[in-house]
């Protein structure tokens, strides 16, 4: 009898094994998330670790897929994908201050003094009084800040003062804080979108522009324009940013480990910044380019300029008024 009984278990055992094994695994769900620069730059690597981190964490549930370079189309295109859900993520920056005025400030001109001083703003209340409100509007959410680097220009020859880039041909993002403030510098900038710039270079439609240093190596632009200037007048911000429907709808748990990962991946970028920085200089070097620190001169009419653009986000007659503006200004000076 007992051998019987033990012959029933261990069938018993089997099959029960044989179904585990059989079983269809339960499969992933694929996030898609677009950008708009290429690989090796902090907004791709964000992504990446994003991924890795929430596959992790998840156990598999969710499988991370990142296009960047704008393999989704161009940003106002990929943007309006998530907006919609099409896609449930991307990673963009003041792009997206067309769906509300206050997300421009994320990359107020001449606003931080380091990335120290930012990283404590975009962790505290800065971050909240610039985000108050966005997802509502916009069915998206910003679900963290990081440092793509501070804007330098890059140009053929030196630039002793602003006089030096007026009459050239510069390229600048097609968001209203980039055009205004180049308008203050006394600039005519090439409004184009990131994705152009090389080409645009290559063909000789523009002289020069502004780019974090992790940009301008990513995408050579010390080709063309081998003088590198060290300006730093606004700081890059970008995030990833979430379809607010898709995020409001997932279980607790899971939305602990998406604002984890998120959160993760942005401070490694933040930990990253002054290296990435280092590394890119070097690179610009090897190239046989020059990055050169501003003139005393150029420095005061930079500080200058940028704090005159402000009034974009101050002026109640301004068409980028932000009804906070004073507060959120407050609010980055308290973290110097
Ligand atoms: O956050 C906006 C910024 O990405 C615009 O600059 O040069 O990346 O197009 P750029």
């Not at 209340?125 to 330098?152: C, D, Q, V, W, Y």
């Not at 991946?265 to 280092?278: G, L, Q, T, V």
Request: hydrophobic content about 40%; charged content about 25%; aromatic content about 8%.
């Amino acid at each position: 009898m007992k051998r019987i009984h033990a012959l029933l278990l261990i069938c018993a055992f089997m099959f029960g094994a044989a179904c585990l094994h059989a079983a269809p695994a339960q499969s992933a769900t694929v996030i898609k998330i677009a950008g708009m620069k290429p690989e090796g730059v902090p907004e791709t690597i964000v992504m990446h670790r994003f991924g890795e981190i929430l596959e992790k964490l998840s156990n598999g549930k969710y499988k991370v897929e990142v296009y960047p370079n704008s393999t989704l189309g161009k940003e106002d295109a990929y943007i309006a994908n998530t907006r919609k859900g099409v896609i449930k993520m991307c990673a963009t920056g003041t792009q997206t201050s067309s769906l509300q005025a206050s997300m421009g400030m994320l990359e107020t001109p001449m606003l931080f003094d380091s990335y120290e001083h930012a990283h404590k703003a975009m962790n505290g209340k800065t971050f909240e009084l610039i985000h108050k409100g966005f997802p509502e509007k916009s069915g998206l959410r910003m679900i963290n800040a990081f440092p793509l680097g501070f804007r330098n220009f890059y140009t053929k020859n030196e630039v002793k003062s602003i006089n030096d880039i007026k009459g050239l041909r510069m390229r600048v993002p097609n968001i209203p804080l980039y055009t205004n403030f180049a308008k203050e510098c006394g600039i005519s900038g090439q409004p184009m979108p990131f994705a152009e710039v090389p080409a645009a270079l290559d063909q000789g439609v523009i002289d020069g522009g502004d780019s974090p240093l992790g940009d301008i190596v990513a995408d050579k632009m010390y080709e063309k324009c081998p003088v590198v200037t060290q300006t730093r007048h606004i700081l890059v911000i970008h995030g990833l940013y979430i379809n607010e429907k898709f995020y409001q709808g997932l279980p607790a748990q899971d939305r602990a480990w998406f604002d984890q990962a998120a959160k993760e991946s942005a401070e490694e970028c933040w930990a990253n910044a002054i290296a990435i920085d280092d590394k890119a200089a070097k690179e610009v070097i090897a190239h046989k380019g020059r990055v050169l620190e501003p003139t005393p001169e150029l420095k005061k009419f930079m500080k200058e300029a940028g704090e005159r653009s402000w009034t974009l986000f101050t002026d109640p007659k301004s068409k980028n008024y932000v009804p906070n503006a004073k507060e959120i200004l407050d609010s980055a000076a308290a973290y110097k």
